[in-house]
């Protein structure tokens, strides 16, 4: 067992680190699809299972490499028929990955850290601090092993990625950026489409201008309020990169034709839901491609804010409306199992901390 676990998980490597591992051992090239391809393609958890592959180069693997699954130590199940499974990693520690039903298709949220460094006030992931990045083999298996057990079970298929789950995906740049590959590699990766994939970010900008470089997934920005003083109160991001900043690199977004970039605004009662607040969103965002997801604030134990009255949310998107923004209300799924936008964490977080 000492010796499976000091191995390294194949899926942490890059298609241009396993060709040059293959390469040193004098291999052919071809072989770097071939093995990826059934890794993820064709879901294979033994090298042995490879029958393509040679039998002296399934050893070559097996010495050298594992391809464990990701172990599931808890699920609940909501009302509404979201998932969330409590994965357990090599090292002990937990993330927490949702599977939500949509129409006609399931939706991924997956993680990209164990916690989060940056402590915005309305997020339970931001109380358990943060541990320590996903590795891209990490970040790849919540996606590989649910696709896996969505595809064995029938009936809707897994379209739909996101990067909504526990951690800054940007804080984590270049893991993220090789999971993305893998999850949207249509020759021997995961087939996810880059129209269907998105990362959220809380406003990270040099990362922001690199994601728009590197790839060509969906960007959801993190908002939350309209003013400096607010924004700092409730995202402490917003003191290295303040609203202007944040803006200024949302307007030099390379998008790709016809998408926009989402601004996520989690409604809270007399923080951010004025009608002032409205309008001067109107005016933020005017130069920029957008579209807008309220989010009424979940509540949770130990939160000091609210959600407003659905009279105020009403109110506050057909502001928004009246100006010619696609504008969604969205009701986030999983609340009654701590598994809706800005809960997950609630389960792992005391173990984590243990000793």
Not at 54 to 68: C, G, I, Q
Not at 288 to 293: L, P, Q
């Amino acid at each position: 067992m000492a010796a499976e676990s000091s191995k390294i998980d194949i899926k942490d490597l890059s298609r241009q680190h396993l060709a040059d591992w293959l390469e040193e051992r004098g291999r052919r090239p071809f072989r770097t699809d071939q093995i990826l391809g059934w890794v993820y393609l064709r879901q294979a958890d033994r090298f042995d299972d490879m029958t393509n592959i040679a039998k002296s180069l399934r050893t070559d693997l097996e010495t050298a490499f594992v391809n464990p699954r990701l172990q599931v130590e808890s699920e609940a199940v909501s009302r509404d028929g979201s998932r969330k499974l409590l994965f357990r990693l090599r090292d002990g520690l937990h993330i927490e990955t949702v599977i939500i039903p949509e129409k006609g298709h399931f939706t991924l949220c997956i993680s990209s850290q164990v916690g989060c460094r940056h402590g915005c006030r309305f997020c339970m992931t931001a109380k358990a601090g943060f541990v320590r990045n996903l590795s891209a083999g990490e970040i790849v298996s919540q996606v590989r092993d649910v696709l896996h057990q969505v595809n064995a079970q029938g009936g809707m298929p897994l379209t739909n990625i996101v990067f909504m789950g526990m951690g800054e995906p940007l804080a984590n740049y270049e893991n993220v950026v090789q999971a993305l590959a893998t999850i949207t590699n249509g020759n021997w990766g995961l087939k996810i489409s880059t129209r269907r994939v998105t990362v959220s970010t809380a406003g990270l900008v040099p990362e922001m201008a690199d994601l728009g470089r590197d790839t060509q997934v969906n960007l959801v920005v993190s908002l939350n309020a309209t003013d400096d003083e607010t924004r700092t109160r409730l995202m402490p991001i917003n003191r290295k990169y303040p609203i202007a900043d944040l803006i200024a690199a949302c307007r030099r977004y390379p998008l790709p034709p016809r998408r926009k970039i989402t601004f996520e605004y989690i409604l809270m009662k007399g923080i951010n839901d004025s009608m002032t607040d409205a309008e001067r969103l109107v005016k933020l965002l005017r130069p920029i491609k957008a579209k807008i997801n309220l989010i009424p604030f979940n509540e949770h134990p130990g939160s000091d804010f609210k959600r407003p009255d659905p009279s105020r949310i009403s109110r506050f998107q057909e502001l928004l409306a009246e100006h010619h923004y696609t504008v969604i209300v969205r009701h986030s799924k999983g609340q009654d199992i701590g598994a809706a936008c800005g809960q997950l964490s609630a389960e792992v977080r005391d173990l984590n901390t243990q000793d």
